[in-house]
């Protein structure tokens, strides 16, 4: 797949999934939560992954972590290359070593992502007493300097306090220094701000942007806030039904989409700037995974749809300047 | 305004308020509208003066004794007009939804008054309350869990109707409730089903048929559209824009996304802590704020064009929300304000246009809450 976007030519790719396809067994058949999807992340570089719920995007991230409920979910066929090795032959303890020391994930609900009955530091620290093998106090001595990596005022103080005691932005933070504790190469972040008000969310996104610049850690951000991802992103891909239906450098993608689907999404968002008129609304509803539309999966929702949508499914067509679109029509939606 | 603060003051002197007070108030505030807006707005149908909700903590098991209060709503006052929409914004605990519950009636206030058409809400019982409740509707955040699994739309969407029985006699129901489904576009054939064969967006369309059903004239939307998918999120507001120029609905519309209260709101109040920062018409509050809260809630916006972004002014807040239960003296927003000075530790700033601004007619006079209002566009790319 040439479309894979503007990855700058000079960093090496780190992560580089090809074709996934994830399928979940259930009563009433497999729903087809994954279809298909190819995208790579180089050092230092952030990935935006753009989509509604049951698009797929976290399904796509909890395989690449090999964290997917197997059954019943299951990996039906593709690649997930990581540092040149393809994950998934490795062994389920080789997958192990590489799960939290060269990759680690933030979730978006930090509140049942920790342990209420462990404290703040006995949970970063027991990161090290496990992978490097730290005696408990120098374990602790971590944890502190990790809560200050992540701006947690009076780190020393706070180190034995319990989840229940921060704030939901503290403990994001939290979350996130446990992630960063091994210094792993890659960094899933999947909605790390939604749970989060709005000016807390501009800190915790200001300071993931700020460690990854420092640490050139690749980042992939799962989302569905396309405002959220134009700040920090280098590059985005835009997911429907477990495809990845466009995929470009971060500024290409608002100025001019592709893709009918993203350019819905932008239109059916008001304006901060300006009162709008009624709202564009994406007519329909995302489609039932058991039953995916055949040829395009867009199309009952796409006011260009033609016969050919209703019948050949689109490949990711090179769009110039390093994007894709998985549409029939990319040249009338990118000019039109 | 020296002369609506004045009536304000008579009418917190006095709990049984007299009607002639309540027009006196009225007609200030209509002058002061008609000073602020060009727009005829007549009447307000929803007063809301004073308006307190303290929440006790107490300590021990036996013997209750009370150690202090979350003070969850600290004297809010706004009006609501026939057929516009009010956006309440503000972050977590800001007291937002306490609004909610106290204008619904579901919470009794501590101190104030809520005047429907008059009548203070908040000292009804029995027969008078259920009369005005049936003109304040709810929808709320989570289509989730605020339908009943077990009962078919038909049953969740006609329940009103059993509360209030002169809307609806009995053998018109089922057709009424068809009528409601096709007005929020849903297919009248779906009477039978249950919420779980409904999507998101569709169930919050139940919600809303539920709200509608009594046909009240006040609905008040608590996070309406924020559990719901952005393609979605787009139907449904254009839909509750539709509805209300159909039945000259007046919402309430409580959110914490700046963008969606910007594009359905006439007027928007930002809360923080309890109280209100800053209230005016959405111009007035997007273009011109003057309270630094809104300046940093709206530079804080994530906003979808990159290029847009990189001219605009962030301010990072440091510092988390204070704690209601324990709020700062003075004006609540000097712990995380960066024009913070002695005077805001000490004095508790007032709801008023600020003094600078009181003469011109620009719209940076409208109501702030700050000894040191300045206006500042955080929205436009400079």
């Known amino acids: 797949m040439t479309a894979t976007p503007g990855t700058p030519d000079a960093s090496p790719v780190l992560l580089d999934v090809r074709d996934l396809h994830v399928e979940f067994r259930t009563r009433d058949g497999a729903a087809r939560a994954v279809n298909g ?83 703040v530091g006995e949970q970063l620290g027991e990161m090290f007493v496990v992978h490097r093998g730290m005696s408990r106090k120098d374990a602790r001595n971590k944890a502190v300097e990790l809560m200050d990596r992540v701006r947690i005022p009076a780190a020393r103080e706070r180190v034995g306090q319990y989840p229940h005691q921060f704030s939901g932005g503290m403990r994001q933070r939290i979350m996130i220094a446990m992630a960063l504790a091994l210094e792993p190469a890659l960094i899933i972040a999947d909605e790390p701000t939604t749970a989060l008000d709005v000016t807390v969310q501009a800190q915790v996104m200001d300071l993931l942007a700020d460690l990854r610049r420092e640490l050139a850690m690749g980042l ?25 239906v466009e995929s470009a450098p971060v500024h290409d993608i608002y100025k001019a989409p592709a893709h009918p689907y993203t350019k819905g999404l932008l239109e059916s968002i008001p304006r901060l700037d300006q009162k709008g008129q009624e709202l564009y609304a994406i007519k329909g509803l995302p489609p039932n995974l058991l039953r995916i539309p055949p040829g395009c999966a867009f199309h009952p929702r796409c006011p260009l749809a033609r016969d050919v949508c209703r019948t050949d499914e689109p490949p990711l067509y090179d769009v110039p300047d390093g994007r894709g679109s998985a549409c029939h029509f990319w040249q009338e939606t990118l000019h039109g | 305004m020296a002369e609506l603060k004045k009536n304000e003051a008579a009418v917190d002197a006095t709990p049984n308020v007299m009607p002639v007070e309540t027009v006196d108030a009225s007609t200030t505030q209509e002058a002061v509208a ?78 104030g008054e809520v ?57 018109d129901r089922r057709r009424k409730v068809q009528e409601l489904l096709d007005v929020v576009g849903l297919n009248p054939e779906y009477i039978n089903r249950y919420p779980h064969q409904f999507s998101g967006g569709q169930r919050q369309r139940i919600g809303i048929a539920r709200g509608l059903a009594l046909q009240p004239e006040i609905i008040i939307c608590d996070e309406p559209v924020s559990a719901l998918d952005v393609s ?102 000097r712990t995380r304000c960066w024009k913070a000075q002695d005077k805001c530790a000490e004095e508790v700033p007032l709801l008023a246009v600020p003094e600078r601004f009181k003469s011109s007619d620009t719209p940076a006079a409208h109501e702030s809450a700050c000894h040191f209002a300045e206006e500042k566009d955080v929205v436009h790319a400079a």
């Open chain 1, 37 to 119: 999807v190819t995208y790579s992340v180089a050092e230092g570089e952030t990935l935006a992954v753009l989509g509604e719920s049951g698009s797929g995007k976290s399904v796509t991230a909890q395989a690449v972590m090999g964290i997917l409920d197997v059954p019943p979910g299951r990996i039906t066929g593709g690649e997930i290359r990581f540092q040149g090795r393809d994950l998934l032959t490795l062994k389920e303890d080789e997958r192990r070593k590489v799960r939290g020391r060269e990759m680690a994930m933030i979730f978006q609900d930090a509140l049942s992502s920790l342990n209420p009955v462990l404290s």
């Open chain 1, 220 to 244: 992939i951000l799962i989302t569905h806030d396309l405002g959220v991802v134009a700040d920090v992103a280098d590059k985005i891909a835009v997911m429907y039904a477990g495809r990845i």
């Open chain 2, 34 to 111: 008609a000073i602020e807006a060009p727009v005829e707005r007549g009447e307000p149908i929803l007063q809301v003066r004073n308006l307190v909700k303290h929440f006790p903590l107490t300590q021990g098991i036996l013997f209750k004794k009370q150690i202090g209060a979350v003070k969850a709503v600290d004297g809010i006052s706004f009006d609501l007009y026939q057929g516009e929409t009010l956006g309440i914004v503000g972050e977590s605990g800001c007291g937002k939804s306490t609004v909610a519950k106290l204008l619904m009636t579901l919470e009794t206030a501590t101190a």
């Open chain 2, 115 to 171: 005047f429907f058409k008059g009548q203070d809400i908040t000292k009804l019982s029995g027969r008078a309350l259920k009369a005005v409740r049936r003109n304040i509707q709810m929808v709320f955040q989570d289509p989730y869990t605020s339908l009943n699994p077990r009962m078919t739309v038909g049953d969740i969407i006609g329940e009103p109707f059993d509360i209030h029985p002169e809307v609806a006699p009995k053998g």
């Open chain 2, 232 to 333: 979605v999120q787009a139907q449904v507001i254009n839909l509750m824009e539709k509805l209300q120029d159909e039945f000259n609905l007046s919402y309430l519309f409580i959110a914490h996304d700046l963008s969606i209260v910007r594009h359905i709101s006439d007027r928007v109040g930002v809360m923080y802590l309890g109280k209100m920062a800053e209230i005016g018409t959405d111009t007035q509050i997007y273009d011109h704020p003057t309270h630094p809260y809104t300046q940093a809630l709206l530079s804080a916006v994530p906003v979808p064009d990159p290029e847009a972004r990189e001219g605009r002014e962030r301010i990072i807040l440091t510092g988390d929300v204070p704690s209601p239960a324990n709020p700062p003296s003075g004006c609540r927003f």
